[in-house]
Nanobody
């Protein structure tokens, strides 16, 4: 599975961005999908995930109420709508796929940089 993330950029605090992740190589309709991020000087951390069915969705406490994760199995796509962005959301965002998506993804995409200015 190859994952390609896009949609990052520079946005002022309070603004919004929508990240997309395109999967190729095979369908990911039976995989959990998720987003992780790594801020400068910090370890990579879990952001959000969605089960293959879309029924089970999890968020890190730091993004609850501001971020929304979704998927389109027909298009092999994953999305992350980010609202009310804060400077501390600045990071490289990675999409991932796998069975144990929140703890140990099997596949990783390259990152897309999100910079939130204060």
């Amino acid at each position: 599975v190859q994952l390609q993330a896009s949609g990052g950029g520079l946005v002022p605090a309070g603004g919004s961005l929508r990240l997309s992740c395109a999967a190729s190589g095979r369908t990911v309709s039976r995989d959990g999908l998720g987003w992780f991020r790594q801020a400068p000087g910090k370890e990579r951390e879990f952001v959000a995930s969605v089960s293959w069915s879309g029924l089970f969705i999890y968020y890190a406490d730091s993004v609850k109420g501001r971020f929304t994760v979704s998927r389109d199995n027909a298009k092999n796509m994953l999305y992350l709508q980010m609202n009310s962005l804060k400077p501390e959301d600045t990071a490289v965002y990675y999409c991932a796929a796998g069975e144990n998506i929140t703890t140990s993804p099997d596949y990783w995409g390259q990152g897309t940089l999100v910079t939130v200015s204060s």
